[in-house]
T-cell receptor
Framework: SQTIHQWPATLVQPVGSPLSLECTVE??????LYWYRQAAGRGLQLLFY??????ISSEVPQNLSASRPQDRQFILSSKKLLLSDSGFYLC?????????????FGNGTRLTVT | GESVGLHLPTLSVQEGDNSIINCAYS??????FIWYKQESGKGPQFIID?????DKRQGQRVTVLLNKTVKHLSLQIAATQPGDSAVYFC??????????FGRGTSLIVHP
């Protein structure tokens, strides 16, 4: 069966520090991968998505970036965190070539920028 | 569009009652719709989906209704239990790989 792993679960970082959040998927190949951010009590904001290795699409301009160095690995990064980067970051995957398939989410990383 | 910038509406029900959570969508090209449940501190979990060639789909204690005429989607939960307390999101595929999520509804079940 397919599983998705995100780490760390929680993170407290000072303003201006770098960020690296990692997400890996097991049990499937060539998944579509997504990074979402969720502010407290709010909906889901799509940050990046990827349909293949090295292919990243950005949905909103920001100081975050994403990379997909391997088929089932998706990384969210920042060189210098801002206070506004605080939030709940969710990684998700969906089946390749399956437009009509649900997203499967990890359990998220709670990021607090101080 | 994205479901950001708005606080979540809340539905409060008594344990044992039926719950109905509603969602409006806007993209006529959407042909696939999904409901997710998000418990506190966790990622959203898939509950049930429906394709546009159907009006109704039933799962275990859940039913999704789709009205394409008025672009409306609903999730019905029968005999609501305290464990059903969560935030529920609808999503539409908009004819692409990128789903558009609704704003979410917080369901509170009182014992």
């Amino acid at each position: 069966s397919q599983t998705i792993h995100q780490w760390p679960a929680t993170l407290v970082q000072p303003v201006g520090s770098p960020l690296s959040l990692e997400c890996t998927v097991e049990g499937t190949s060539n998944p579509n991968l997504y990074w979402y951010r969720q502010a407290a009590g709010r909906g889901l904001q799509l940050l990046f998505y990827s349909v293949g290795i090295g292919q990243i699409s950005s949905e909103v301009p920001q100081n975050l970036s994403a990379s997909r160095p391997q088929d089932r690995q998706f990384i969210l990064s920042s060189k210098k965190l801002l206070l506004s980067d605080s939030g709940f970051y969710l990684c998700a995957w969906s089946g390749d070539s399956q437009r009509n398939s649900p997203l499967h989410f990890g359990n998220g990383t709670r990021l607090t920028v101080t | 569009g994205e479901s950001v910038g708005l606080h979540l509406p809340t539905l409060s029900v008594q344990e044992g009652d039926n719950s109905i959570i509603n969602c409006a969508y806007s993209n006529s090209a959407s042909d696939y719709f999904i409901w997710y449940k998000q418990e506190s501190g966790k990622g959203p979990q898939f509950i049930i989906d429906i394709r546009s060639n159907m009006d109704k789909r039933q799962g275990q204690r859940v039913t999704v209704l789709l009205n394409k005429t008025v672009k409306h989607l609903s999730l019905q939960i029968a005999a609501t239990q305290p464990g059903d307390s969560a935030v529920y999101f609808c999503a539409e595929n908009g004819g692409s790989y990128i789903p558009t999520f609704g704003r979410g509804t917080s369901l509170i079940v009182h014992p």
